[in-house]
């Protein structure tokens, strides 16, 4: 069966970088495109980053320049580099795989087919 199984949390000082892996088995990897959310104690889950299946990437206005979205077909992972943390990024961050047409909103939770168990990410100040 699918799973996703993301990877690479922990505790790191403000302005400090962590990079978060995405394992993906069970489901033809490049026929998906894969995401990033977050979701901060209290708070809605929030998309952070997405790359289509052709490697094309947006991201959220509060990572832009800051966060970096890769993936490998070959190996079916999916990478986030995160640099110059703050510690309004504490969050639970998940991966998650979309397998619909690139319409609507994509950076919508809904759309998204299967999801990580997520992984925690603490930035002290």
């Known amino acids: 069966q699918v799973q996703l199984v993301d990877s690479g949390g922990g505790l790191v000082q403000a302005g400090g970088s962590l990079r978060l892996s995405c394992a993906a088995s069970?489901?033809?990897?490049?026929?998906?495109?894969m995401g990033w959310f977050r979701q901060a104690p209290g708070k809605e889950r929030e998309f952070v980053a997405r790359?289509?299946?052709?490697?094309?990437?947006t991201y959220a206005d509060s990572v832009k320049g800051r966060f970096t979205i890769s993936r490998d077909n070959a190996n079916n992972m999916m990478y986030l580099q995160m640099s110059s943390l703050k510690p309004e990024d504490t969050a639970v961050y998940y991966c998650?795989?979309?397998?619909?047409?690139?319409?609507?909103?994509?950076?919508?939770?809904?759309?998204?087919?299967?999801w990580g168990q997520g992984t925690q990410v603490t930035v002290s100040s």
């Open positions: 069970g489901l033809t990897f490049s026929n998906y495109a």
């Open positions: 790359i289509g299946r052709s490697g094309g990437s």
């Open positions: 998650a795989a979309d397998r619909n047409i690139p319409s609507g909103i994509l950076t919508a939770v809904g759309r998204y087919d299967y």
